[in-house]
């Protein structure tokens, strides 16, 4: 295939329909159209297909160059996949899992081995969207091991007693306690008059607080969160784990074509920019993904059916006029032709969290309480994901 010195064929995921999607970055002035050597050769892909099975089809799309770099998706390039998938017939599954730190980590889990165990399998998800603590799980359950196996490494391991103000997820290096990032982060989205502004001044805030001598924090962060993934590599199957940019804040989404590890994108989409500081990859830094929108269940768009597993059961602290909650999200998936379910902690779960979501002590407890509301739901999840 011959290409143009100023433009990159990258070959991002399958759309909904199943076929290939072939996104085109392009740079400098090639804002508007497709070179026309690539566009003669996606004409002759999409007749007569290509790949080891007969009849895959490809889908292009032009994207503009992130802006930071190559390695990431930015939320504009995002939007255009998206408009490309929905052009599509709807079709296939997407499960999305939010953060909700160490305890929503074992939840999760809990709930999907429940739901295994009640014969309905989730980790066959045509998509797997994973937010702060939600991208651990999500990398864990497409590493090859069966979801009971991940809930028994967490019921059978030892308590751990914390070594200081807890991150993300179930540990790290941090310099502010837990209540204190609350009222930090309260304050900045008090103050903010929008969510981009809100995420630049949580960017700057967590930039601003980040004084750990050298990389210290960041290698012992990376560490930290590569022992509790089964595998370093990213899954064959669609997997999105989104972050914010701290400097500009500006969304991102990294999936398997984006040229980072695995274990820096859940590095980068898990650090809260306070109690874990910004991650860096490449010239970038990074802050949690969450700071986005939430559960960031709109990026399932295009998809027949979409599953969201929320530890904080949909709630947020941002403005309603904002449109950051849970609920928002799931109207404009429902109304892009998206059947929506969507599984929030019951009682005996929130009991099990305690008053402290980041505490690893409640993960035994969590992951158990989600293990029976998993199984609980079994039964009525069949006809929606089958």
Known sequence: MSTSPSSTLHFGPTTGSGAHLLLIRHRGDLHNHVPGPISQDLRA????????????????????????GEGQWSEQDQQQVDATRRSSAASGRALVLHGGGSAGNAWEIGVIAGLFDAGTDVTVADLIIGTSAGSTAAAQITSGRQPTELLADILAAAPQPRKGPVGADRGGASNVPVANHMEITSRIIDAASDPADMRRRMGAAALEMDTAPGGSAQTQWRATVAARLPSHDWPQRAMRVVAVDADTGEPVVFDRHSGVDLVDAVASSCANGFG????????????????????????????????????????SRHPVEWGMQLGVQVDELRAGGSRVETIFPDSNSRDAFGANMMDPSKRPPSARAGYEQGRALGEQLTEFWS
């Open 45 to 68: 892909i999409a007749d007569e297909g290509s790949g080891d099975e007969a009849g895959d089809r490809f889908t292009a799309a032009p994207i503009d160059a992130p802006r930071h």
């Open 276 to 315: 874990v500081p910004p991650y860096r990859i490449g010239g970038n830094r990074y802050i949690d993904g969450g700071y986005r929108r939430n559960e960031n269940a709109d990026l399932a768009a295009g998809y027949e059916r979409v599953l969201v597993l929320s530890p904080f059961g949909g709630r």
